[in-house]
């Protein structure tokens, strides 16, 4: 099958096979450089990879903060929600009737009909 290189219209299948090939003889070459450097890093006795200075993080602190506030954020809206379904409105609706006075969602983003049931069930559990 022939083919034509835009970059090299020139090019032929011996040329294009001929560059893989001297790709893969660069990509071994720098592995090697690589593994050199490394062995010689730690023969020198320097520590690689891992932890350096600096605090221990728990990051399941973080994960406690954000599903918090997610969770004040529905209790907020909760009312307001709960307001617009009795009124028989739909997750479209609703999302339309948020954004129209400039209300956002906890991400400062547009609503949309799955970030409004999302915000419902998350209040239905609180």
Do not use: C
């Not at 660069?26 to 490394?38: G, H, P, S, V, Y």
């Not at 918090?68 to 009124?87: C, S, V």
Request: net charge positive; aromatic share 4%.
């Amino acid at each position: 099958m022939a083919f034509v290189a835009t970059d090299l219209p020139e090019a032929n299948e011996h040329t294009v096979g001929m560059m893989i090939v001297l790709a893969q003889a660069e990509r071994r070459a720098t592995a090697n450089r690589i593994k050199e450097a490394l062995a010689a890093a730690k023969a020198q006795g320097r520590k690689l990879g891992g932890r350096r200075n600096g605090p221990i993080v728990d990051y399941r602190l973080g994960h406690a903060a954000k599903t918090a506030k997610a969770d004040a954020f529905a209790a907020r809206l909760a009312p307001i929600l709960t307001g617009m379904r009795q009124e028989g409105l739909s997750l479209h609706r609703m999302a339309a009737e948020l954004t129209r006075p400039g209300i956002l969602t906890a991400a400062a983003g547009a609503w949309t009909a799955s970030a409004v049931k999302r915000v419902m069930t998350r209040a239905a559990g609180l």
